[in-house]
């Protein structure tokens, strides 16, 4: 990997690789979910790795080894919660992939989410682009990339050199995207774009995921855009198919509200793919 790290996110490879060593697995929930999980009275403190670094539970400190304890200290990802503690990112697997991003509950304004429709859009990927690569060279830019999930699952599917670019307008989401991006030994390029326009290439491929509900808080990456939540999509539509190689694909994977039997996002779509 040539990509260079500051120590502090040194450190948090380093504390992703000591869980994966230990066979360290975590589906993530919906929120709803796991706020419902760890509301049972057997659940207010941590006692293994998955309720440390996926059920994002306090915990005593001799909890921990020591190697992973130092790795979350040095990763600046340990906080107190009383006179316990708590890590401040979260863990999660994707088949044989290991993704942090942000600690439950996700409700500050730069929140790097990773959930259930995270593994639906890996899903959808793998569906899409089994056949795809052939072993050709190609650009991959994966737009408002989050943890950088989709992109980099998408390329452990591919043969032959790649050319990833993970963007995302949020710096913490660029910040998690290039060390989950190291974290999985893959070659990736994170940037900080407001979809394309700091993304100077075309691409042979270029897949989203992005937020599509109408949320007034301060959640930057729920809110979709406009009064149906897909103006943020359709936006993604109109710079992508402009930065298309020939024969290059757009995978955009997100939520359609249908309005008196409508769906008004492929109503609003549809013209702009003619």
């Given at each position: 990997?040539?990509?260079?790290l500051?120590?502090?996110?040194?450190?948090?490879?380093?504390?992703?690789?000591?869980?994966?060593?230990?066979?360290?697995?975590?589906?993530?929930?919906?929120?709803?979910?796991?706020?419902r999980?760890?509301?049972?009275?057997?659940?207010?403190?941590?006692s293994?790795?998955?309720?440390?670094?996926g059920?994002?539970?306090?915990?005593?400190?001799?909890?921990?080894?020591?190697?992973?304890?130092?790795?979350?200290?040095?990763?600046?990802?340990?906080a107190?919660?009383?006179?316990?503690?708590?890590?401040?990112?979260?863990?999660?697997?994707?088949?044989?992939?290991?993704?942090?991003?942000?600690?439950?509950p996700?409700?500050?304004?730069?929140?790097?989410?990773?959930?259930?429709?995270?593994?639906?859009?890996?899903?959808?990927?793998?569906?899409?682009?089994?056949?795809?690569?052939?072993?050709?060279?190609?650009?991959?830019?994966?737009?408002?990339?989050?943890?950088?999930?989709?992109?980099?699952?998408?390329?452990s599917?591919?043969?032959?050199?790649?050319?990833?670019?993970?963007?995302?307008?949020?710096?913490?989401?660029?910040?998690?995207?290039?060390?989950?991006?190291?974290?999985?030994?893959?070659?990736?390029?994170?940037?900080?774009?407001?979809?394309?326009?700091?993304?100077?290439?075309?691409?042979?491929?270029?897949?989203?995921?992005?937020?599509?509900?109408?949320?007034?808080?301060?959640?930057?990456?729920?809110?979709?855009?406009?009064?149906?939540?897909?103006?943020?999509?359709?936006?993604?539509?109109?710079?992508?198919?402009?930065?298309?190689?020939?024969?290059?694909?757009?995978?955009?994977?997100?939520?359609?509200?249908?309005?008196?039997?409508?769906?008004?996002?492929?109503?609003?779509?549809?013209?702009?793919?003619?």
């Open positions: 990997m040539d990509i260079a500051e120590h502090r996110d040194a450190a948090l490879v380093a504390l992703g690789r000591h869980l994966k060593a230990r066979g360290y697995r975590f589906t993530t929930v919906t929120p709803a979910t796991h706020a999980v760890n509301a049972r009275p057997d659940n207010k403190t941590a293994t790795l998955e309720d440390i670094f059920w994002s539970r306090p915990f005593s400190p001799d909890v921990l080894p020591e190697d992973v304890a130092g790795a979350l200290r040095d990763g600046g990802a340990m107190m919660h009383g006179n316990l503690c708590r890590s401040t990112v979260r863990f999660s697997t994707l088949e044989r992939q290991i993704f942090m991003h942000s600690a439950f996700t409700d500050t304004a730069d929140a790097v989410f990773f959930g259930p429709d995270t593994y639906r859009f890996a899903n959808a990927l793998r569906t899409t682009f089994r056949e795809a690569g052939g072993g050709q060279a190609m650009t991959i830019v994966d737009i408002g990339c989050g943890s950088g999930a989709g992109g980099l699952y998408l390329r599917l591919l043969s032959g050199p790649v050319h990833l670019i993970l963007g995302d307008i949020n710096p913490a989401a660029v910040r998690f995207a290039r060390i989950n991006a190291v974290l999985n030994g893959c070659e990736a390029r994170a940037v900080q774009s407001d979809i394309m326009s700091d993304i100077g290439e075309s691409a042979e491929m270029i897949i989203a995921n992005p937020p599509y509900l109408v949320d007034g808080s301060a959640r930057v990456y729920r809110h979709g855009g406009g009064t149906l939540g897909f103006d943020l999509s359709l936006r993604i539509v109109d710079e992508a198919l402009a930065r298309l190689a020939p024969g290059g694909r757009l995978l955009l994977y997100t939520g359609a509200p249908v309005v008196a039997g409508v769906d008004k996002f492929r109503e609003a779509v549809e013209p702009r793919l003619d």
